[in-house]
């Protein structure tokens, strides 16, 4: 039972490289979710799909974007990244999107 | 729009002590309120949820939390703490009536320690 899958769990960059982080689910949600967590900030909402075929910024955007590519995945883009960009990014998923949402287990990005 | 306020952003008991984590929360409509536990190097789980029905709710690991809409608060509670316990717990609001684009909304978050 996989739930909610990030890949990858880590990765080091270097300032303006781009990564694409991957997040698939298995439990047939309608909508998914990507946040960023960084030390007393909380988590932090980038971007959300409340459904298949579209897509919403949710708090913190900029520097991001991100790609439905079916109702099982959803993934994020840094473009050109920022020491800033610096955090640890959890996927998430739900039914609907005011239900419980299901949290993967991250990947901690490190950009020098 | 909908918000939650947990204040402070550590408490720190002894094991065998009552835990009591607030959560106070704003909107303007009846909403859904969570409570999520991380640790260490994991994702958020769900610890329980309330959806309208009874107001206590128990959740996993015996806690609980009680929705109290005259004082709009929703604390979690646990009657003897174990050291397992310490983590960072949050909680989260959402407004079930504005259909897709109604979302949860997380508060910062808090940590729990547990003293020997």
């Known amino acids: 039972n996989a739930g909610v899958t990030q890949t990858p769990k880590f990765q080091v960059l270097k300032t303006g490289q781009s990564m694409t982080l991957q997040c698939a689910q298995d439990m047939n949600h309608n909508s998914m979710y990507w946040y960023r967590q960084d030390p007393g900030m909380g988590l932090r909402l980038i971007y959300y799909s409340a459904s298949e075929g579209t897509t919403d910024k949710g708090e913190v955007p900029n520097g991001y974007n991100v790609s439905r590519l079916n109702k099982r995945e959803f993934s994020l883009r840094l473009e050109s990244a920022a020491p800033s960009q610096t955090s640890v990014y959890f996927c998430?998923?739900?039914?609907?999107?005011?239900?419980?949402?299901?949290f993967g287990d991250g990947t901690r990005l490190s950009i020098l | 729009a909908q918000s939650v306020t947990q204040l402070g952003s550590h408490v720190s008991v002894s094991e065998g002590a009552l835990v009591l984590l607030r959560c106070n929360y704003s909107s303007s409509v009846p909403p859904y309120l969570f409570w999520y536990v991380q640790y260490p190097n994991q994702g958020l789980q769900l610890l329980l949820k309330y959806t309208s029905a009874a107001t206590l709710v128990k959740g996993i690991n015996g806690f609980e939390a009680e929705f109290k809409k005259s004082e709009t608060s929703f604390h979690l509670t646990k009657p003897s703490a174990h050291m397992s316990d310490a983590a960072e717990y949050f909680c989260?609001?959402?407004?079930?009536?504005?259909?897709?684009?109604?979302?949860?909304?997380f508060g910062k978050g808090i940590t729990l320690s547990v003293r020997p």
């Open positions: 998430a998923s739900s039914p609907f999107s005011w239900q419980p949402q299901h």
């Open positions: 989260a609001v959402s407004d079930p009536h504005t259909g897709a684009n109604s979302k949860l909304t």
